[in-house]
T-cell receptor, first 113, second 113 residues
Framework: KAGVTQTPRYLIKTRGQQVTLSCSPI?????VSWYQQTPGQGLQFLFE???????NKGNFPGRFSGRQFSNSRSEMNVSTLELGDSALYLC????????????FGPGTRLLVL | AQTVTQSQPEMSVQEAETVTLSCTYD???????LFWYKQPPSRQMILVIR??????QNATENRFSVNFQKAAKSFSLKISDSQLGDAAMYFC??????????FGTGTRLTVIP
């Protein structure tokens, strides 16, 4: 069974631009969660999508948004990029029931100049 | 709010020896799940082991085992017969009822040949 895939793997953007990241979950998984990893803040939860609905949200500004499609693929969008948005963005998929294991993709490394 | 603490930023172990990584957490929930993830230099987060809070028996996966002390809110990872491939960042994580993972700050494990 194929693992979680994320595209693109690397991105360089400038301040003020917007960016869209994509995540394809493991086949059969209906939940996709997004996490931001930075040296200063560590790993932080952004949001979770389940059956095309945002089910849970972390403490991030409204510039961070996402959506999920009927095939469970998810996209994350960051508008008006700031230098501090430079990070590794990880997505994880699971079946979506409480306690299910979350499996991570390889991440998208975003650099904002 | 849930918090996860890893008090050992770095650890080292001789190849073939045993090492224990520490983790404590704080929660008011009664039903939860705990995980250890490994992040090698590739940055891919790999699930190592999980523990259900309602289970008294400590989880074991081959050379990896945990010591789960629910009353003390402690969840340590023991790696036996350490191998060079075990070198990585190890993150302790708490899965909340809302299905999002809270991570510790990580422990960098070095394996000495």
């Amino acid at each position: 069974k194929a693992g979680v895939t994320q595209t693109p793997r690397y991105l360089i953007k400038t301040r003020g631009q917007q960016v869209t990241l994509s995540c394809s979950p493991i086949s059969g998984h209906r939940s996709v969660s997004w996490y931001q990893q930075t040296p200063g803040q560590g790993l932080q939860f952004l949001f979770e999508y389940f059956s095309e609905t945002q089910r849970n949200k972390g403490n991030f500004p409204g510039r961070f948004s996402g959506r999920q499609f009927s095939n469970s693929r998810s996209e994350m969008n960051v508008s008006t990029l700031e230098l501090g948005d430079s990070a590794l963005y990880l997505c994880a998929s699971s079946f979506g029931k409480q306690g299910n294991d979350q499996y991570f993709g390889p991440g998208t490394r975003l650099l904002v100049l | 709010a849930q918090t996860v603490t890893q008090s050992q930023p770095e650890m080292s172990v001789q190849e073939a020896e045993t090492v224990t990584l520490s983790c404590t957490y704080d929660t008011s929930e009664s039903d939860y799940y705990l995980f250890w993830y490994k992040q090698p230099p590739s940055r891919q987060m790999i699930l190592v082991i999980r523990q259900e809070a309602y289970k008294q028996q400590n989880a074991t996966e081959n050379r990896f085992s945990v010591n789960f002390q629910k009353a003390a809110k402690s969840f340590s990872l023991k790696i036996s017969d350490s191998q060079l491939g075990d070198a990585a960042m190890y993150f302790c994580a708490y899965l909340s009822g809302a299905n999002n993972l809270f991570f510790g700050t990580g422990t960098r494990l070095t394996v000495i040949p």
